[in-house]
T-cell receptor
Framework: QKEVEQDPGPLSVPEGAIVSLNCTYS??????FMWYRQYSRKGPELLMY????GNKEDGRFTAQVDKSSKYISLFIRDSQPSDSATYLC??????????FGDGTTLTVKP | GAGVSQSPSNKVTEKGKDVELRCDPI?????LYWYRQSLGQGLEFLIY????????KSGLPSDRFSAERTGGSVSTLTIQRTQQEDSAVYLC??????????????FGPGTRLTVL
């Protein structure tokens, strides 16, 4: 069993839809939780970074962490075609070791 | 520099040859990470440096892989006796460090390695 499992997708939604991306994890040593966006043939770019259970909002993006259930989510409101990309969840221990999900490819259709 | 740079951007090599990949982190970033990404997959953690030391080498796939960092800046990832399964994009990232958490990682564009 992988330490991090990400809903595989792919997802295809109409412009303006709300998108939900999810990951579960098994290692309770993970303390920091991140979401990255990766466009084709580019390096990942950080979208959201959090270290506690609860919600964190940044514009159209909301990251949700539930440490008791070992579950994290990223919500995208009013999705735009420019949001079309692969989204990766990532988790870090205090010792700096990171584990990424396999990614979910999102397509937002105009 | 403006961001993390990696060289070469593309590398094609023959099975059995050694390759060296280079990463120039953002100036002042003490933490540096190497990842491998195979086609359609997430990132596989290889190694990270805090300054010049590598507290965790457990992600290196085999003893053919090694990495070093000198002067707290440039890092090289060396793959000896390359195999076809080593073909992937090798990504480097840097961040300000681990005090209070890993912080925001900035990724380079990657080196696309193809082993024939």
């Amino acid at each position: 069993q992988k330490e991090v499992e990400q809903d595989p997708g792919p997802l295809s939604v109409p412009e303006g839809a709300i998108v939900s991306l999810n990951c579960t994890y098994s290692n309770s040593a993970f303390q920091y939780f991140m979401w990255y966006r990766q466009y084709s043939r580019k390096g990942p770019e950080l979208l959201m970074y959090t270290y506690s259970s609860g919600n964190k909002e940044d514009g159209r993006f909301t990251a949700q962490v539930d440490k008791s259930s070992k579950y994290i989510s990223l919500f995208i409101r009013d999705s735009q075609p420019s949001d079309s990309a692969t989204y990766l969840c990532a988790m870090f221990t205090n010792a700096g070791k990171s584990t990424f999900g396999d990614g979910t490819t999102l397509t937002v259709k105009p | 520099g403006a961001g993390v740079s990696q060289s070469p951007s593309n590398k094609v090599t023959e099975k059995g040859k050694d390759v060296e990949l280079r990463c120039d982190p953002i100036s002042g970033h003490t933490a540096l990470y190497w990842y491998r990404q195979s086609l359609g997959q997430g990132l596989e953690f290889l190694i990270y440096f805090q300054g010049n030391s590598a507290p965790d080498k457990s992600g290196l796939p085999s003893d053919r892989f090694s990495a070093e960092r000198t002067g707290g800046s440039v890092s090289t990832l060396t793959i000896q006796r390359t195999q076809q399964e080593d073909s992937a994009v090798y990504l480097c990232a840097s961040s300000l460090g681990l005090a209070g958490g890993p912080g925001e990682q900035f990724f380079g564009p990657g080196t696309r390695l193809t082993v024939l």
